[in-house]
């Protein structure tokens, strides 16, 4: 439970420290870069570098997950923006957020890992709460959208790649499926950089080196717990507990508000750890 709760706090302070940073950043893609190089130093760190590529069972098979992983990555942060860009921030976070149901199937479906009753209505009322969550009184087209549906795939289908590992990878190169997971993300994202014509300046830098810490070990304690506690547990309990934690510090630290939907939610999301994890 420990590395659930070191995933969830890691988790916190990356969405905090994006939310300090919107107003420093004009060139988020350069960010993120140096973020991901971060993460891949921190990786590179854990396994000596020298320990990149080591002639055992599993190894190909890590460094193909880790490309696959880093793809998604990239992919679910480019639809992010987009379907902020055309479908607004409020639905892009809901059909991101709802995601959680990617990893929660393969789970349940491919793993056989079956919830008890008691932890599916938990897990049924953390999603109803999401989406209240995610409501606020002057929405009300909250219609079908390719591109929000791709967002929830793409980015349910990231978080799933932890749990794909876990499952029919070797656990003793975890750290080697992290270090190619960044590593191509890096790739790919220095790339768009340079597409886009993006400039580095000290403050992507800076807020880029800042959040690739806390990513990293994010990615590294839920590739950890999902180890010894059932994913139908571990990803409901990351993602709502994210929610709770950041919302809270959101009212404290930023003078932020809840509408009357969000305050529902919030007890409807208490109650669904509570039930998750009984």
């Given at each position: 439970?420990?590395y659930?709760i070191?995933a969830?706090?890691?988790?916190?302070?990356?969405?905090?420290?994006?939310?300090?940073s919107e107003k420093?950043?004009?060139?988020n893609?350069?960010?993120?870069?140096?973020?991901y190089?971060?993460?891949?130093?921190?990786?590179?760190?854990y396994i000596?570098?020298?320990?990149?590529?080591?002639p055992?069972?599993?190894?190909n098979?890590?460094i193909?997950?880790g490309?696959?992983n880093?793809?998604?990555?990239?992919?679910?942060?480019i639809?992010?923006?987009r379907?902020?860009?055309?479908?607004?921030v409020?639905?892009s976070s809901l059909?991101m957020?709802?995601g959680?149901?990617?990893?929660?199937?393969?789970?349940?479906?491919?793993?056989?890992?079956?919830?008890s009753?008691v932890?599916?209505?938990?897990?049924?009322i953390?999603?109803i709460?999401?989406?209240?969550?995610?409501?606020k009184?002057e929405?009300?087209?909250?219609g079908?959208?390719?591109?929000l549906l791709?967002l929830?795939i793409?980015?349910?289908?990231?978080?799933t790649?932890?749990?794909i590992?876990?499952e029919v990878?070797?656990?003793?190169?975890s750290?080697?499926?992290?270090?190619?997971?960044?590593l191509f993300?890096?790739?790919?994202?220095?790339?768009?950089?340079f597409?886009?014509?993006q400039s580095?300046?000290k403050?992507e830098?800076?807020?880029?080196?800042?959040?690739g810490i806390?990513?990293?070990?994010s990615a590294?304690?839920?590739?950890?717990?999902?180890q010894?506690i059932?994913?139908v547990?571990?990803?409901p309990t990351?993602?709502?507990?994210?929610?709770?934690?950041v919302?809270?510090?959101?009212?404290?630290l930023f003078k932020?508000?809840l509408?009357?939907?969000?305050k529902?939610s919030?007890i409807?999301?208490?109650?669904?750890?509570?039930?998750?994890n009984?």
């Open positions: 439970m420990i659930l070191l969830i706090v890691s988790s916190v302070l990356v969405s905090i420290i994006m939310r300090c420093y950043i004009d060139n893609i350069s960010m993120l870069s140096i973020n190089l971060m993460c891949l130093i921190l990786a590179g760190i000596d570098f020298h320990q990149i590529y080591i055992v069972i599993g190894m098979q890590a193909v997950l490309i696959i880093g793809i998604l990555y990239l992919s679910s942060f639809l992010l923006q379907n902020i860009n055309k479908n607004g409020i639905l059909f957020k709802l959680i149901l990617i990893p929660m199937i393969v789970s349940i479906f491919v793993f056989k890992e079956l919830p009753t932890q599916l209505i938990g897990f049924i953390a999603i709460s999401i989406v209240f969550m995610n409501i009184k929405d009300t087209n909250v079908f959208k390719f591109g791709l929830l793409v980015n349910g289908t990231t978080d790649m932890s749990k590992f876990d990878g070797n656990t003793m190169l750290e080697q499926f992290l270090f190619y997971t960044f993300a890096l790739i790919l994202c220095v790339f768009f950089t597409i886009k014509k580095l300046h403050n830098l800076f807020f880029g080196l800042l959040i806390p990513n990293y070990f590294r304690f839920l590739l950890q717990a999902l010894s059932p994913a547990i571990v990803y990351y993602s709502v507990s994210t929610i709770v934690v919302t809270v510090v959101g009212i404290l932020e508000t509408y009357k939907y969000q529902i919030m409807g999301i208490l109650l669904s750890l509570i039930l998750l009984i």
